[in-house]
């Protein structure tokens, strides 16, 4: 799941958390599931860390070319 897109973790998280928060889940489900949405949200976190560096590297760019003008 870590190649996921962000937005489909994001669908596939939310719909556990709709699942557990309206227990239609099985119990023998429950820990798979939790272990899921765990996962996601790790790989959600990183590339919005990811994402966070490659902002932060333009922003310093484009604030380097500033400064040379």
Same mark, same amino acid.
């Given at each position: 799941?870590?190649?996921? !897109?962000?937005?489909?973790? @994001?669908?596939?998280?939310?719909? @556990?958390?709709?699942? @557990?928060?309206?227990?239609?889940?099985? +119990?023998?489900?429950?820990?798979? /599931? +939790? !272990?899921?949405? +765990?996962?996601? @949200?790790?790989?959600? !976190?990183?590339?919005?860390?990811?994402?966070?560096?490659?902002? /932060?590297?333009?922003?310093?760019?484009?604030?380097?070319?500033?400064?040379?003008?």
């Amino acid at each position: 799941m870590t190649d996921a !897109k962000y937005s489909k973790s @994001i669908e596939k998280l939310e719909e @556990i958390i709709q699942k @557990i928060e309206n227990e239609t889940i099985d +119990v023998d489900e429950l820990a798979d /599931k +939790v !272990k899921e949405a +765990v996962s996601l @949200i790790k790989s959600c !976190k990183a590339k919005i860390e990811k994402a966070e560096l490659e902002v /932060k590297k333009v922003v310093d760019g484009f604030e380097a070319d500033k400064e040379d003008a």
